[in-house]
T-cell receptor, first 115, second 116 residues
Framework: DAGVTQSPTHLIKTRGQQVTLRCSPK?????VSWYQQALGQGPQFIFQ???????QRGNFPDRFSGHQFPNYSSELNVNALLLGDSALYLC??????????????FGSGTQLSVL | DQQVKQNSPSLSVQEGRISILNCDYT??????FLWYKKYPAEGPTFLIS?????DKNEDGRFTVFLNKSAKHLSLHIVPSQPGDSAVYFC???????????????FGKGTKLSVKP
């Protein structure tokens, strides 16, 4: 049973560029959440997708956008990259109908460096 | 404004002894709390959770205590093992009431080192 998989594992971009990160949820899960973890910080919620729609959003600018596909996989897009976007981006999946206490399963993340 | 605070960046404990990791929160609407463990180059892994209707939850060597009046929770690991060495994150949500499942607020983490 594959867990949450993310690609790529590492990525280097320059300021102003655009980036797309990908996530496949754990088998049987229908909800994908994205988190940003800056160095020395805890993960910070970006947004969550369910039924191909953004269900919740954290305090991130519109440069951060996402998509969920019919097979539940998801993409995170960041436009006009800033140096401060350098971070580990984590994808987490869950089953929405599992209840409010349903725990999240995290992928290993994509390490994004913006130069 | 940090809503979830882990004030100890690191903790070192001898193998076999108890590890106590602490977490404070400020938002009284939080009603579900979780601990995640993270090894280098891996994503966080769920460890244990507690809802606000309880004050203790136990799972093997791991016990989480919740003190709602003090807005404080702690994770106890007994006995500590070298394999427990990792970064531990405390997280909270308004999951049960606010329907915010998936929107977890994390602390900055505490790096636990268990020495043989």
């Amino acid at each position: 049973d594959a867990g949450v998989t993310q690609s790529p594992t590492h990525l280097i971009k320059t300021r102003g560029q655009q980036v797309t990160l990908r996530c496949s949820p754990k088998s049987g899960h229908d909800t994908v959440s994205w988190y940003q973890q800056a160095l020395g910080q805890g993960p910070q919620f970006i947004f969550q997708y369910y039924e191909e729609e953004e269900r919740q959003r954290g305090n991130f600018p519109d440069r951060f956008s996402g998509h969920q596909f019919p097979n539940y996989s998801s993409e995170l897009n960041v436009n006009a990259l800033l140096l401060g976007d350098s971070a580990l981006y984590l994808c987490a999946s869950s089953l929405l109908t599992g209840g409010a206490g349903e725990k999240l399963f995290f992928g290993s993340g994509t390490q994004l460096s913006v130069l | 404004d940090q809503q979830v605070k882990q004030n100890s960046p690191s903790l070192s404990v001898q193998e076999g002894r108890i590890s106590i990791l602490n977490c404070d929160y400020t938002n009284s609407m939080f009603d579900y709390f979780l601990w995640y463990k993270k090894y280098p180059a891996e994503g966080p892994t769920f460890l244990i959770s507690i809802s606000s209707i309880k004050d203790k939850n136990e799972d093997g060597r791991f016990t989480v205590f919740l003190n709602k009046s003090a807005k404080h929770l702690s994770l106890h690991i007994v006995p500590s093992q070298p394999g427990d060495s990792a970064v531990y994150f405390c997280a909270a949500s308004e999951g049960f009431r606010g329907g915010s499942q998936g929107n977890l607020i994390f602390g900055k983490g505490t790096k636990l080192s268990v020495k043989p």
